[in-house]
């Protein structure tokens, strides 16, 4: 369930990414980062979904996280596999921040 704060963060403006700046964008998370919970090799995690007013999800609204934390269904926690533990450990908004910071310092390298 989705707060009207997480919908606010929705509205901010972001550019919508060409299929291929997607591409780029998302082998640079792989290379550069590790899971923000373990520092594993991660997998993409869109942190808003389309579900929130009929939007479409962000490509630059992500963050990584391994396969244990993205969508394990093991005893580890993860946001698909368990989202009430995982979001009692990072908030949605916690998400949102690093997802936009992120991106900032992937457009300060690379443009």
Not at 78 to 100: C, D, Q, T
Request: charged share 30%.
């Amino acid at each position: 369930m989705f707060t009207k704060q997480d919908q606010l963060y929705q509205n901010k403006e972001h550019k919508d990414l060409t299929k291929e700046e997607k591409i780029k964008y998302f082998t640079w998370i792989k290379k550069n980062k590790g899971c923000i919970i373990c520092g594993k090799y991660p997998e993409i995690h869109h942190v808003t979904h389309k579900s929130i007013k009929g939007k479409r999800r962000l490509d630059t609204r992500v963050v990584p996280l391994c396969f244990s934390h993205h969508s394990a269904q093991s005893e580890d926690i993860s946001i698909h596999g368990n989202p009430i533990e995982f979001y009692s450990m990072v908030s949605v908004e916690k998400l949102v921040v690093r997802a936009n910071k992120m991106y900032q310092e992937y457009l300060d390298e690379n443009y």
